[in-house]
C-alpha cells in the first residue's frame, strides 16, 4: 500500500496547522469571519486527489468527483452532511489466482461533525458508499455495484464569504465482494485509502 494512514494522518496534520495559523491573518483581511454562522448554509464544489488499495504494491490512482453539502453551525460547533459522486481512475484489487476487482464510479452519502476555529473547520466524517467493480485479468464474473462505509477526517479553511478549501483523508471497506475465477465463485473483503484536496462554493 503506497498511501497509508501515517502519510495521510501527517498530511492533514500539516494542512490542520497551516490553517490554523494563518486565520489571524484572514481575519484582518476585511472579511467578516467574526460572523458565528459562517459555516451554515448549503454549498457545492469539486475535488482530485489520490487513492490506493490496503494490499502490497498497490499504486496510487487519481481520483476526483463532485460534492454537494449542507452544514449548520452551532455556536463553534458544526454538523452536516455531504453527498459525492466520484470516479476513481484505474484503482484496482487482486482478486487471486491472476483476477483482479477494478473500481470505476462511486456515490457517497456521509455525516460531517466538526469544530471552527474562524475560517478553519476541523472535522470527522462517516457515511455509506455504493461502487461500481469491473472484472480484470482471470475474472469472468460481469460488472457489479457494491455497498460499503467509509469514514474519515480533514481541514477546511474559507478563503472568502464563499469559498473554501480542504483537505481530506477517507479509508472506505467493501465487505464481501463476489467475484468468479474459473468458474468458482470468492468472495473478498476491499479497502482502499485516499486523500483529496477541493473546493466548495457556500450559497
Known amino acids: ?7 495521510a494522518a ?3 496534520g500539516v494542512a490542520a496547522a497551516a490553517s490554523t495559523a494563518q486565520a489571524a491573518d484572514f481575519n484582518n483581511s476585511g472579511v467578516d469571519f467574526a460572523n458565528v454562522d459562517r459555516w451554515t ?5 469539486g ?34 452532511g455531504e453527498i459525492e459522486a466520484a470516479r476513481a481512475g484505474g484503482l484496482q ?7 483482479a476487482l477494478q473500481q470505476t464510479w462511486s456515490g457517497t452519502a456521509r455525516a460531517k461533525a466538526g469544530y471552527a476555529l474562524d475560517n478553519v473547520l476541523l472535522y470527522g466524517t462517516v ?32 478563503f472568502t464569504e464563499n469559498i473554501s478549501g480542504k483537505v ?3 479509508q472506505t471497506r467493501f465487505n464481501g465482494v463476489d467475484s468468479t475465477i474459473g468458474g468458482v465463485k470468492g ?17
Open 168 to 170: 481530506e483523508y477517507s
Open 10 to 12: 501527517l498530511a492533514l
Open 47 to 80: 475535488h482530485i486527489g489520490t487513492g490506493s488499495s490496503n494490499q502490497k504494491g498497490s499504486k496510487n490512482k487519481i481520483n476526483g468527483g463532485v460534492q454537494v453539502g449542507y452544514n449548520q453551525q452551532i455556536g463553534q460547533f458544526v454538523v452536516g
Open 187 to 203: 468472495s473478498n473483503n476491499l479497502v482502499n485509502h485516499a486523500i483529496k484536496t477541493g473546493l466548495n462554493f457556500r450559497f
Open 93 to 99: 484489487y487482486q482478486v487471486g489466482k491472476g483476477g
Open 127 to 158: 457515511g455509506v458508499t455504493t461502487a461500481r467493480f469491473e472484472g480484470k485479468g482471470t475474472v469472468t464474473s460481469g460488472d457489479r455495484w457494491h455497498t460499503g462505509w467509509t469514514y474519515g477526517a480533514g481541514a477546511e479553511m474559507g
Open 41 to 45: 448554509g448549503t454549498y457545492a464544489g
Open 1 to 7: 500500500m503506497t498511501l497509508n494512514f501515517k502519510t
